[in-house]
């Protein structure tokens, strides 16, 4: 699946994209965060105030304990600041 | 089409965009429009404020906004400019305008929209100044602000 990050997120990553194979145990998308912060430090640091990271999967915004089942995009993005 | 939502980079010029909102509705009674400016206040003043943005989700967001507000409040019509990039100083930031066949409406639209849009479409302010680039953060008023419609 492809994960998208933005703001300072994406700054702080040093990327504003990646594709991910996370195994079968990730079955929501705090279990993707959970995983994607074991296997990287930088995430683990940008992941710490879980309340902070917003997410959207297939374009869609939606909270942390949606199944990530045949998810194609996931995108991390601290809170809106828009107008 | 009651809906529009244009994103844009470019600069818009707010007086032309209401000209060509206000034309011709014999049932329309009430045109509110607002505009958002790039702000540099004096005690921590800017070069230039940068926008990103996640354009379907955002695009998505807005017209779900500007669809609430016409149900709700029985708009004739709504339309969302936003920007992203970068910016500068007095520029326009967004546009919001409702019709509506009476004032109220068209106020309480405006103001509905603007407050889902601050909080609710992926978008994300960066000032630059003397301190270098700063992410603007979130603020919790706003977050009220948009609690009081539910």
């Known amino acids: 699946m492809k994960i998208l990050y933005f703001a300072w997120l994406r700054e702080r990553l040093n990327r504003g994209e990646e594709t991910v194979f996370p195994p079968d145990s990730v079955k929501t998308i705090a279990d993707l965060m959970d995983w994607l912060a074991e296997n990287d430090e930088a995430i683990a640091l940008a992941f710490e105030k879980r309340d902070l990271i917003k997410t959207a999967l297939d374009e869609i915004i939606v909270e942390h304990d949606t199944p990530v089942k045949d998810a194609k995009t996931i995108a991390f993005f601290p809170p809106m600041t828009g107008g | ?150």
């Open chain 2, 1 to 150: 089409m009651s809906i529009i939502v244009r994103l844009q980079s470019e600069i818009f010029d707010p007086g032309t965009e209401t000209n060509a909102f206000l034309k011709a509705n014999s049932k329309a009674g009430a045109a509110v429009t607002f505009t958002g400016l790039v702000r540099s206040e004096p005690k921590n003043p800017i070069t230039s404020l940068t926008l990103e943005h996640y354009p379907p989700v955002a695009q998505a967001q807005l017209e779900d906004f500007a669809q609430k507000a016409i149900t709700r409040f029985d708009l004739l019509k709504a339309t969302i400019i936003h920007r992203y990039g970068k910016m500068l100083p007095g520029e326009p930031i967004v546009q919001v305008m409702t019709l509506a066949p009476h004032r109220r409406a068209a106020f309480e639209g405006a103001e509905f929209i603007m407050d889902f849009l601050k909080t609710g479409a992926p978008f994300w302010k960066k000032e630059t100044g003397k301190n270098g680039e700063v992410w603007v953060a979130a603020e919790c008023r706003d977050d009220d602000a948009r609690k009081r419609w539910e």
